[in-house]
């Protein structure tokens, strides 16, 4: 019997399921009070403390831990990476403790998969497409100023996942079609896959795209330098405009995109603005990917939690139908995708990648 593991670490929890090459075997959501996490003084100073919860909820559980071949854990905020599974090693590890990018809970993954592989013999700690995948072509980094170059930070472990799953269920191969994925939830991004690389994404860490239930979106940039100059505004101020507070948040003060889909469904006009606004944004970037793909588009696919939303796909598929056919990939399974990394890598069906 061969086994993986998948570790996901969130701000305010640990996931972790156990997986056969063909079902989910277990799985547990550990939570973390802000009470306790707020007794860190970083993320990373968490490490131990969730490390010890996942042993402890392992050997509750009594499971055949020697059957474990690989622990795969989320990716971080390293360096820029082209997507594939990733062994952990030193320098790997020296980055997901020092990002080069800053704290994100993601930096644990690969930190609490390496460790707890030392306590299965012949077992492998791996990452899978951390948000930092990068497959942009030169002329999709030019900006308009050389100060400024535009980076690839998206949802390649979720986009690319979706991919293959569409991809098989048209008994094709990935490398062989040119989608336009688009993952909508708290954070929204459109990528052009060409025959199996993201050759331009928009930024979503720093919230270029469109406007989303958390992010502003691109926002017009004199208005935004005005804004950052008139004293009234410090910078941590303006970045949780774009992140955290822009979107949904700005407007309404919540995140919850049912929740605006309830008030819109109600006829509160502004719900109804602010969701059509989103859904023709996602459309308008869907669109530019498809110049990115010259018009050779195979398909558009959907995912995300805000793919549930009968009204948003709705709205963009009438807006993008004419494309490419839109089909709907709702939710994200993020554990079932680091296993099936992890299968692929212990199985000798994919190259394993060194961080340098």
């Known amino acids: 019997m061969k086994l993986v593991l998948a570790i996901n670490p969130g701000s305010t929890s640990t996931k972790i399921a156990l997986f056969d090459e063909f079902k989910q075997l277990f799985v547990r959501n550990i939570q973390h009070s802000n009470e306790v996490t707020s007794q860190y ?15 402890k909820e392992l050997a509750d559980s009594n499971l055949p831990m020697q059957a474990i071949k690989a622990i795969v854990g989320r990716g971080g905020l390293v360096k820029p990476v082209p997507s594939g599974v990733i062994a952990v090693n030193e320098a790997l590890k020296r980055d997901l403790r020092n990002s080069p990018l800053g704290e994100h809970a993601s930096n644990l993954g690969g930190l609490i998969a390496e460790e707890l592989s ?7 700690a791996y990452i899978v497409d951390p948000v930092v995948v990068d497959e942009m072509e030169p002329v999709a980094r030019v900006s308009g100023h050389p100060k400024f170059e535009r980076k690839s930070i998206f949802h390649p472990l979720n986009q690319k ?20 994925v688009a993952h909508m939830g708290g954070g929204i991004t459109i990528g052009a896959h060409r025959k199996g690389k993201v050759i331009d994404v928009n930024n979503g860490l720093d919230a270029e795209g469109p406007i989303t239930p958390e992010r502003s979106g691109t926002l017009p940039a004199g208005d935004l330098v005005r804004l950052c100059f008139s004293g009234e505004y410090s910078k941590a101020d303006v970045m949780e405009m774009l992140k955290g507070k822009g979107g949904f948040v700005a407007y309404f003060g919540t995140n919850n995109a049912y929740e605006i889909e ?21 459309a308008k970037f869907i669109g530019a990917m498809g110049t990115v793909l010259k018009g050779e588009v195979d398909a558009i696919l959907l995912t995300g939690g805000i793919a549930y939303g009968k009204p948003v796909v709705d709205d963009i598929s009438e807006r993008t139908r004419h494309i490419a056919p839109v089909f709907i990939y709702p939710g ?14 212990i199985n000798g069906k994919v190259a394993i990648l060194d961080y340098t």
């Open 332 to 345: 994200e399974d993020e554990m079932r995708a680091l296993a099936s990394n992890g299968f692929r890598a």
């Open 41 to 55: 003084k970083s993320i990373i100073d968490q490490l131990d403390f969730r490390i010890e919860l996942i042993r």
């Open 118 to 124: 030392r306590d299965i013999p012949g077992c492998k």
């Open 161 to 180: 996942a979706v991919a293959r799953l569409h991809a098989h269920s048209i008994n094709r191969e990935y490398e062989e079609l040119n989608l336009i």
């Open 262 to 282: 309830k008030r819109a469904a109600a006829g509160d006009e502004k719900a109804q603005l602010l969701q059509a606004a989103l859904s023709y944004q996602v």
